[in-house]
Structure formats: C-alpha cells, structure tokens
C-alpha cells in the first residue's frame, strides 16, 4: 500500500509551463506504476493523462497530450513529476496520480488531487 500527494498546480497563461510532483510513500517499488489523471470541470469524466512504472520504463501518454507533457521520476525523493508545456486552456482540470501494481489494471491509490487552470 502507498500513499501519494500531489502538488505544484497552480494558475497559468496558455503556452506557459507548470511542473506538477506526486510524492509517493510506503516504499514503492518497481511492481508499481504510476498514473497521472485529470478531471475537468464541469462533470466531465476523468481522463487519463500518462503513466510510467517506478523503475523508469513503460511511459505512455495520452494523443491529448503527447509531445507536450513528460513524466519523469526522482526515486532517491519518491517523486513522480508531471512536466506540462505549451499548455492550453483546454488543460485545465485538476489533475491527481493514482498507483497501481504491475499485475493489475485498476488503479488503487489515489492522491487527493491539484488544480491546473489555464487562462487564455
């Protein structure tokens, strides 16, 4: 079981930059893999955004989001970072990662979540 917490979100102009960080707790290993989501408003339905596993390997995006955002780990801080470029208001959302082990489908831990809004 792991434990994460998201932060870095924040108000931005559209074609600006925003790094977001998930600190992960309860010493993950690499039977995990990480995924960042996002919710826009309006009820609209939780999208997935990228994913990569602890060790470093296995990142996808979402075509949303591809050549625009990248995910990347420091493991000595037990930190997945969400790197957002060239953001659009589109972007906007708020934006949680989620663990999962590597022999399962369902993400089962859930951070709490941080708001990324992007002004046009």
């Known amino acids: 079981q792991v434990q994460l917490v998201e932060s870095g979100g924040g108000l931005v102009q559209a074609g600006g930059s925003l790094r977001l960080s998930c600190v992960v707790s309860g010493r993950p290993d690499n039977s995990y893999r990480i995924g960042w989501f996002r919710q826009a408003p309006s009820g609209k339905e939780r999208e997935f955004v990228g994913a990569i596993n602890w060790g470093g390997t296995g990142e996808v995006y979402a075509d949303s989001v591809k050549g625009r955002f990248t995910i990347s780990r420091d493991n000595v801080k037990s930190t997945i970072y969400l790197q957002m470029n060239s953001l659009k208001p589109e972007d906007t959302a708020v934006y949680s990662c989620?663990?999962?082990?590597?022999?399962?489908?369902?993400?089962?831990?859930w951070g709490q979540g941080t708001q990324v809004t992007v002004s046009s």
């Open positions: 989620a663990a999962r082990t590597t022999d399962t489908s369902a993400y089962a831990w």
